[in-house]
């Protein structure tokens, strides 16, 4: 059986950049700072592959990136989080589906498993016996209020003091009661448990219900992360292309097309491991 370890891979070579559409990695190695750019990153033949501790590292792929069988993908761990940024985004247009180049494919019947070939396009994978390791800096997830927050207030009054929140995260502030919905806000400032944002609140926020009631305070949780999974598609257009919500909404081939946006797949077997990342 397969030995598992928490701990940080060891140091290994870097990464040699694609020279072509696709990077392949068989071997084990270290991707370094820089901004790469590839159809597909296809890591395979048991390579385990660390990102380098601190890099900044930006990343566009236009097919998807395939973790294959026993082989590894770590940003970061848990022992030690990652501190630098990285950024993938997903390029892949909804016609690469038909593109066999562009597929990242796997058959289940080279497991063991009943026989059975799927593709993917513009998506994360992790493939059978794979291995994905995701730890990005501690940040507190979920919070609540202890305060209200009224229509115009430009600050936050949280239950405990947030850690790693800083000047420039997005949060969002649940919405309470019949008051208004939820909300985005960016950070200004953080002082202890007190939060101040760029711009007013444009929403009612209750958060003073008191003892068992705290749970109905509203609650505020954290959207930034510098691990980042992205899509390269408009998100107006993909909300103009439904057009409406429920019935009303269309869901034609141009809707299809605009809303077309990466993807995520853990396969059977395989070992994942996702805290502090926004995807």
Known sequence: P??????????SPACT??????????????IQAGSYSARKVLISDG?????????????????????GSNSELWIGCESTPFTGTWTLTFNGRREDLGNTERWLSVDYGDYGLPPRFEVWANALVASHGARLEIHGAPKTSWTRLREDAGVGATTLTLEEGPVGWAPGDEIVIAGTGVNGGSERATVASVAGDAVTLQNGLTNVHEGSWPG??????????MLSHNVRFTSGFDLGACENAFGGTGLSARTDEQTK???????????????????????
């Open 212 to 221: 068992r009631g705290a749970r109905l305070n509203g609650e505020v949780g």
């Open 47 to 67: 390579a385990i592959v660390s990102v380098e501790q601190d890099a900044s590292v930006t990343m566009d792929l236009s097919g998807g990136l395939l973790v």
């Open 257 to 279: 097309d605009s809303c077309f946006g990466g993807n995520v797949a853990f396969l059977q077997h395989s070992i994942v491991h996702v805290e502090n990342a926004e995807f």
């Open 2 to 11: 397969r030995t598992i370890s928490n701990e940080c891979p060891a140091a």
């Open 17 to 30: 950049a694609p020279s072509g559409q696709d990077w392949v990695i068989t071997t084990s190695c270290t």
